[in-house]
Nanobody, 126 residues
């Protein structure tokens, strides 16, 4: 079975940075669309960014310019580099992937992706 495992979360002060990773196993990940989303307690899930098999990237407005999604297909790993973190970025962060997708057209596509990890907690203090 496909397994996605996130890592790299933690606690930082506002303005700090964190780099999240998502390791994929049990699949030839290279042809998947991948993405990151987050969910804070008591709030709806929120998409952050998606990346197609061709490397094309789409970000939400809140992530654009601060976060960078990237993939290393040789390592079957997805990344999310986060800078200029704000307290409102505090949430559980999840990676997600879809094997029957190669092209991304909107961040909201993540809601249809088949696989997702267990999440990694990010806490930003003011």
């Amino acid at each position: 079975p496909v397994r996605l495992v996130e890592s790299g979360g933690g606690s930082v002060q506002a303005g700090g940075s964190l780099n999240l990773s998502c390791a994929a196993s049990g699949t030839t990940y290279i042809r998947y669309c991948m993405g990151w989303f987050r969910q804070a307690p008591g709030k709806e899930r929120e998409g952050i960014a998606v990346i197609g098999a061709d490397g094309f990237k789409i970000y939400t407005d809140s992530a654009e310019g601060r976060f960078t999604i990237a993939r290393d297909d040789a390592k079957n790993t997805l990344y999310l580099q986060m800078t200029s973190l704000k307290p409102e970025d505090t949430a559980m962060y999840y990676c997600t992937g879809e094997p029957y997708c190669t092209v991304v057209q909107s961040v909201q596509q993540y809601e249809t992706f088949l696989f997702r990890g267990q999440g990694t907690q990010v806490t930003v203090s003011s």
